[in-house]
């Protein structure tokens, strides 16, 4: 909805809207208003911190597509931005969605001043040099590259895991939750993260195409290194089942176990797709 | 110097400092800081806002420079970053480039509360999809086709006015001018990016290639629609000089004749690069 009040009609709101629309599973938006509600956030209070989320994590996705970057055909079950439209379209919508993620938030009537800028600070920090673009960056000069465990969750944590992070740390502070609390979420976020990522290089090896809606196989086509590829299946998912664990000791530590962020854990933990 | 507290060592922070540092006029962030002056704001109040200017044009020269997008080889004198680099690198310090604008803002202990905001709902109003990415856009479609001076002014308004406007804006309100004083600055800011194109596009005609640091004629191989191309060379300058006095007489209007402002309008009516 928001989309269409930030944007005029033509091409551009079009290649935007397409992939806003092709869906996913939202994870990230859900993530945040799900911890939001945990520490007791009015209903509607992150909803543009949601937005914005999303929006970013679309972004990414636009330009990480390209043919210059992991050059991908197939996003979500349909055609990526770019094959859809073209590439100068595909960069431009990835842009637009980068820009308006911040103004959304700092347009929010609904918002304190000081939660606006809390909001800002923390989703730029997550998506910028320091977490989600230089992350990519490392993605790809790491590819064909034989790379330590180390190495690649410092990978994933930067692009993946700091997103992941902002949508909990922004959820608990609108939920007014303590100092504590949130250093406890935080270290719920980053073993989210890595629950997440893999789970996700798991199923590009035991996934089904057409569940997951893109190829499988792509990381051992492109030379990624993967937590399979060095622990081996077995030792991949042992490595996940120690962070669900982390993941739901913080919850208690910050008093919101029981909610529906037990469930998310599972969720990402057992996902087929 | 900001990049380098933004970034980390490697190929990104590389290819950021790269395009930062390869100088160019530094025409945006001289307009806000000359307003703010002239409006008597405190001395270096407006150093973020400005340095974020600088950021998001910078990051749009690296887009639009791209093979998918305008095709340029060189820029400032050197090798665009995509050619120095490669694409998806320029690809991501752009995208690291208009991140960190408004996390650099967001984050200045000097700033106001309200000014962040302000300034943060501006620079990402000019800077998306109803400002720059959509004049962009427009400006791609219009390639090789006929379009009347009305579009082309409106494709400028969008491409290059906005963060002109911006530039004026936020210089105004951080010298916490009147409401009154801003409506002037903003009708000084569009005649501003007005000039400013008119003269780009007679410099694409009669410029020294050496001097402006790129290649001249390439609106006409680029089959792009420009002000001479329509009324002329004369008609052109005569539009250009037009603007000028709107120009002049809003700074009188607001009370900031006489200023360095006076001075930067003359110097972009007539630069030679």
Do not use: C, W
């Amino acid at each position: 909805m928001y989309v269409r009040d930030y944007t005029v009609p033509g091409r551009l709101q079009d290649s935007i809207l397409y992939s806003i629309e092709a869906g996913g599973k939202r994870l990230r938006p859900i993530l945040l208003l799900a911890t939001a509600e945990a520490f007791g956030a009015p209903v509607g209070k992150g909803l543009t911190a949601a937005a914005a989320l999303e929006m970013v994590h679309t972004y990414s996705l636009i330009h990480d597509d390209l043919p210059a970057m992991d050059d991908d055909d197939i996003r979500r079950g349909l055609p990526t931005n770019h094959k859809k439209f073209d590439e100068a379209t595909a960069i431009l919508a990835g842009d637009a969605l980068l820009t308006m993620s911040t103004q959304l938030i700092a347009e929010d009537p609904s918002l304190e001043q000081e939660e606006k800028i809390f909001l800002i600070q923390e989703l730029t920090k997550a998506a910028g040099p320091r977490g989600m673009v230089e992350g990519q960056m490392q993605d790809m000069l790491s590819e064909g590259k034989e790379i330590s465990l180390e190495s690649l969750e410092a990978i994933h944590k930067n692009k993946t895991g700091e997103l992941l992070k902002y949508a909990i740390r922004a959820g608990a502070m609108l939920g007014k939750a303590s100092e504590q609390s949130m250093q406890q979420m935080s270290e719920m976020a980053e073993a989210l993260g890595l629950i997440f990522q893999i789970q996700d290089d798991i199923l590009d090896v035991t996934g089904d195409a057409e569940v997951i809606g893109k190829p499988v196989g792509s990381d051992v086509v492109n030379d990624k290194s993967t937590y399979p590829g060095l622990l081996g299946l077995d030792g991949a998912k042992e490595q996940k089942n120690h962070y669900v664990k982390t993941a739901e000791s913080a919850l208690t530590e910050a008093g919101v176990e029981g909610t529906v962020l037990s469930q998310l854990i599972q969720y990402l933990s057992t996902r087929d797709h």
